[in-house]
């Protein structure tokens, strides 16, 4: 399952739901549906599939067959609303609904922005029930909603909210409120010379100014190809989350969904994380069966690689090579592992290396 650029929100029910673009390919990226994510306990996850379509089966997007990008979901007075953007930038933004917050989203139309169309839509509720539209690639556009929920209000359109020159901000902007602070979190281009990272800036109100806060999370070194980030944050049962996307099969296109715990400071702030293979679970046990493809790091030309339409492996493997796992429990103390390795035509030897610090 590749899930790009995840979209995160608890809703009424309890669950967590992801919202992002569907991977199929390493020559393109996105496809031309979105499926769903969700999960009661983040540690066991479902989908629904095609939720929403540009072409093919439930196709509601009448008036293109363009790839479907980052889209975003919103609920209000009994509504999902699904937000997305296609490739083609005249027509890039559009909205459709369900009651459901899985789906079927219906009557993809158009939303109308007066020449600033771009990608990777967001839309932000604030406690007054004011709905914002947050969308833009190198520097963020917003604007509020009329309270139809599908419709922007023009005279209120405003640029460069967050910027590639003072917030590292790349594309992918994403806005939540906590504790009066808002929160414009965002793919960040401040390191290895591309997006890499999830960013974020602070603000005391939903169209800032914003200051720059840092980085929350960097995917450097997920896999060879590794290009971009893209993500969310979001609370769950009173726990904070960021959701980002990693990618795999030494291709910048085929990305996977991930999740991992973050901590709000007492100031605001919020603390840089790091990849783990555990993510929001807890650290693995020694004893059992770690599949390889879990490995968070990896370094050369080694990449995760879909092996069959259940399993994924490590492949392509060179002298020198090695991928990390982080974290293993050895409460149980086990004295040796085992490792499934399938040979070419070479002898291969591998090192296993324990850090304890």
């Known amino acids: ?64 067959d ?19 953007c296609l490739a083609n930038n005249t027509f890039s933004e559009g909205v459709a609904t369900s009651k459901s917050p899985t789906g ?27 709905a914002y539209y947050i969308w833009g690639q190198f520097n963020a556009k917003m604007a509020k909603l009329k309270s139809n929920m599908t419709e922007i209000d ?33 793919a960040h281009m401040g390191r290895a010379g591309r997006p890499t990272c999830i960013g974020y800036a602070t603000g005391k109100s939903p169209m800032g100014p914003f200051k720059y806060g840092g980085v929350i999370i960097d995917n450097d070194h997920c896999g060879h190809g590794c290009w971009n980030n893209h993500g969310s944050i979001a609370e769950f049962n009173g726990k904070g989350y960021v959701f980002f996307h990693r990618s795999t099969h030494g291709s910048n296109t085929m990305r996977k969904a991930c999740v991992e715990p973050i901590t709000f400071n007492k100031d605001g702030s919020i603390n840089e994380v790091e990849m783990t293979t555990q993510g929001a679970g807890d650290p693995i046990r020694a004893g059992s069966v770690i599949d390889a493809a879990r490995a968070c790091l990896l370094y050369g030309n080694v990449r995760i690689k ?27 103390e086990p004295d040796s592992a085992k490792v499934n390795v399938f ?6 030897s591998n090192d296993i290396v324990l850090d304890n610090s």
């Open 343 to 348: 040979l070419g035509s070479k002898p291969v």
């Open 154 to 186: 023009l005279s209120t359109i405003r640029d460069n909210i967050v910027t590639e020159k003072e917030h590292f901000f790349h594309e992918g902007g994403y806005m939540v409120k906590r504790d009066g602070i808002y929160y414009f979190v965002y």
């Open 1 to 64: 399952m590749y899930i790009a650029d995840p979209s995160a929100h608890q809703w009424n029910d309890g669950k967590m739901y992801v919202y992002g673009s569907r991977d199929e390919s390493p020559e393109y990226y996105c496809s031309w549906s979105h499926h769903v994510l969700s999960t009661s306990d983040l540690k066991t996850w479902s989908f629904t599939e095609k939720s929403f379509a540009s072409k093919g089966p439930n196709d509601q997007v009448p008036y293109s």
């Open 306 to 332: 879909a092996d069959s339409p259940i399993k994924e492996i490590l492949t392509e493997i060179r002298n020198g090579d090695a991928a990390a796992f982080k974290y293993i429990d050895f409460t149980d």
């Open 104 to 130: 079927p989203f219906v009557n993809g139309k158009n939303i109308k922005l007066k020449g600033y169309n771009e990608i990777d839509p967001c839309v932000f509720i604030d406690d007054d029930s004011q």
């Open 66 to 84: 363009d790839f479907l990008y980052a889209p975003d979901c919103q609920y209000y007075k009994g509504t999902y609303y699904l937000y997305y």
